[in-house]
């Protein structure tokens, strides 16, 4: 009592020492419980109570009290005896809204769909009194008395049906482990499912993709096929339209593709075949048409119609190297054009990307003296015509070579060849492991075959043909140049023609300079 008597004491003495005649503003009573205010007593009447007769702190609720409701009431407050009367401290448990959406989880009962709340409630009263939680939600979505209150809701997804199997390649067979009838070209599907029904029933497997073929051989384009434009004694070859072609002019073609078939592809069915050379007047009179390039082709019968319905003459030569010069793979990539003939673009693609891609102006404007500087210096890597570079051959007295790109695959395998000395056994993984890297190039030794994969085609013979009459430079396919001397004649292009009737010898090597 004695804390009580001094505040007393000192409200006196302040109500003793005002000047008379002087009226103090009284404060209002009440306030938060929880905090200090002027007032006496707090809003909370239990909470009063509480501070002021419960704990015996009278002048917390004392009208005129100096200090009103003090730190000590708000101490008192906060205390455990009157914890539960004034709840300060204590955060107050939120009262959910009720409501919400009926297909979501949510902290409010029910929910906002009156319908649907009502048929969740029946089934689960604790969804009207509680949270409406993922049990209220499954009700709504699934319950099927529920299904049509609660029309805002989708049903749960489901688990979704298996993969309907695609059909697979025609001529590769499945194992048992992979059952799948039927194959992905619907010509050859039907071909082989008639010679064997199975295959469409059950599964397409290895005795499917043997039938598809050998019998099916015609309607089936297998990898082992050969190639229309080349004498290969298998049936059919591997592209349908030109194949079709052909057997409508020649049904033998079906059983043989021989040498007759080939130059029927390149003759009677020019436009359905890619055999002809783009880059040469046909022979006056052959009645040949468009020529074995595609987009070649489509740019200059779009200008001259007639060299796609007539004739391939010496103005459809001249339409490919000019005003499609970029479409066809005719024009010398390593020399310019002739001043002001507009002409650009050359006839490597790889190379023609590398030079245009450094100056456009190679493919806008002109292939001009800049143009083939490009192709010898920054793109020599990509230009068939540019100059080996010295990576090629053994170096004793030096180390390293002048294509940073080979010289680095190379080092990568041996770092000896860029420390030391560039031997025999760098030039070796030259040709090996950096093949694709390294602009070597690299011959089978078979006379024509311009693109040393050890095989001769009819264009490959008749680029040799263009060479020897001066159309186009030696460059454009060594092979046909037997003896290296700079030139094509009559005797080399025999050699070719021999080779694209019997093959490449096994070791392509054994051809003898006959002289003239």
Do not use: Y
Not at 88 to 102: L, N
Request: glycine share 10%; proline share 6%; charged share 20%.
């Amino acid at each position: 009592m004695f804390r009580q008597l001094v505040i007393l004491l000192g409200f006196l003495v302040v109500a003793a020492s005002a000047p008379v005649g002087a009226q103090t503003p009284t404060p209002t009573p009440g306030g938060d419980c929880c905090t200090i205010h002027d007032g006496p007593s707090c809003d909370v009447s239990a909470c009063a109570d509480c501070v002021c007769n419960v704990l015996d702190e009278p002048l917390c609720c004392l009208d005129g009290s100096p200090d009103g409701w003090s730190l000590i009431c708000v101490g008192l407050a906060s205390s455990e005896e009157c914890s539960t009367d004034c709840s300060c401290g204590v955060d107050p448990t939120p009262v959910p809204t009720p409501g919400g959406d009926c297909c979501s989880a949510h902290g409010g009962s029910s929910c906002d769909e009156p319908s649907c709340s009502t048929c969740v409630c029946a089934a689960d009263d604790a969804c009207c009194s509680g949270p409406w939680d993922a049990t209220c939600v499954s009700i709504a979505r699934t319950e099927d008395e529920c299904a049509s209150e609660c029309t805002t809701c989708t049903p749960l997804p489901t688990e979704p049906p298996d993969a309907t199997p695609t059909p697979g390649v025609c001529c590769d067979g499945r194992d048992e482990t992979d059952v799948n009838p039927g194959c992905d070209e619907s010509r050859c599907e039907a071909c082989v499912c008639e010679v064997d029904g199975v295959c469409c029933l059950d599964n397409w497997d290895p005795s499917c993709a043997v039938i598809a073929d050998e019998e099916c051989a015609l309607d089936c384009f297998c990898p082992d096929d050969g190639a229309c434009c080349d004498a290969h004694g298998g049936i059919g070859c591997d592209d349908a339209q030109c194949q079709d072609c052909v057997i409508a002019i020649d049904s033998d073609c079906g059983d043989e593709w021989d040498t007759s078939c080939a130059g029927e592809a390149a003759v009677e069915c020019a436009i359905d075949c890619p055999c002809g050379d783009c880059c040469a007047e046909q022979v006056p009179d052959s009645g040949i048409v468009g020529c074995g390039d595609k987009v070649c082709q489509d740019c200059v019968c779009d200008i001259d119609m007639e060299c796609c319905t007539l004739e391939w003459d010496a103005q459809c030569d001249e339409i490919s190297r000019d005003e499609c010069s970029i479409a066809c793979p005719c024009n010398e990539c390593c020399e310019p054009q002739v001043e002001g003939s507009d002409v650009v673009g050359c006839g490597d693609k790889p190379c023609q990307d590398c030079v245009c891609a450094l100056d456009r102006e190679c493919c806008e404007l002109e292939w001009d003296g800049i143009c083939a500087a490009i192709v010898e210096t920054e793109c020599n890597r990509r230009c068939e015509c540019a100059g080996e570079s010295n990576c090629c051959e053994a170096r004793p007295d030096d180390q390293g070579c002048d294509d940073t790109v080979c010289e680095s695959c190379v080092c990568g395998v041996d770092d000896f060849c860029c420390l030391d000395t560039w031997d025999g056994t760098c030039t070796a993984i030259v040709g090996d492991e950096c093949a694709s890297a390294c602009p070597c190039g690299g011959s089978s030794g078979c006379p024509a075959d311009c693109d040393g994969n050890g095989e001769v085609r009819v264009n490959e013979v008749i680029q040799c043909v263009n060479i020897a009459l001066g159309r186009v430079g030696v460059s454009s396919c060594a092979a046909c140049d037997v003896n290296a001397d700079g030139s094509v004649r009559v005797n080399e292009l025999i050699q070719g023609v021999n080779v694209l009737l019997t093959g490449c010898p096994t070791a392509a090597l054994g051809f003898t300079w006959l002289p003239e």
